[in-house]
């Protein structure tokens, strides 16, 4: 698959799933989710604004539940970050923002790893339950959003061709009036073209369209020119 992705496509549903996240996480009151896919590529969205640098200091870092958890494929909890001593940075820049308890829930979907990481100002750990309901909402987005990258390629994809279709037949248009007019076979017909193309500094598939469009009329001198 190709995992190039476009982070304004890939942020609403990032957003969706923090949203969902803290609305079926009993004493929740943020969420942070990042999208890795295989390669290297990442995508994060947050539920609020704060959170945002919490994110970036574990991505910077290479510590945090969320990174530990995308590495191990587990849920990783922090009940209490007063006494939680793992993870220094990301605990204190956790305190500072009022933040006591965090749970970081992984899923894996076509080699896509989805991790969501909900946050509570109060000692707090999330219900087996609800963190069995936000792994299925990451797994669920994940899939979801993968089907609509695969879609958006396929019809680009499918433009592409159609784009190509149509300047081969022009240009297999222009080819015949060229050799035509120069009686030259094909081979050196399409020399004229690419040539012609890069004195003007034009694609070959609109130098082929202007002599179509115009059925070479006064165009013979310069194509003679260009022969040689």
Known sequence: ????????????????????????SAGCRGATVVLRFPG???????????????????????EGPGIEAARSGLPVCAADLVTDVRW????VAALERGLRACTAVPATAEGVMTT???????????????LEVVRMLAEESAVGLLRDHARTNAEAEAEQLRTAITSRAVIDQALGIVMHMLDCDADRAFGVLRTLSQHTNRKLSAVAAGIVESKGRGSTRELRRVLG
Do not use: I, K, N
């Not at 994060?44 to 574990?58: E, I, K, R, Y």
């Open 1 to 24: 698959m190709d995992t190039r992705s476009d982070a304004g496509a890939v942020a609403p549903w990032l957003a969706r799933l923090g949203g969902r996240a803290l609305r079926c």
């Open 40 to 62: 290297g590529e990442s995508h994060s969205a947050v539920t609020h604004p704060d959170l945002a640098a919490l994110a970036a200091s574990q991505e910077e870092t290479g």
């Open 88 to 91: 220094p940075e990301f605990r």
């Open 116 to 130: 969501v990481t909900l946050y509570a100002f109060r000692p707090w750990r999330l219900a087996a339950e609800a």
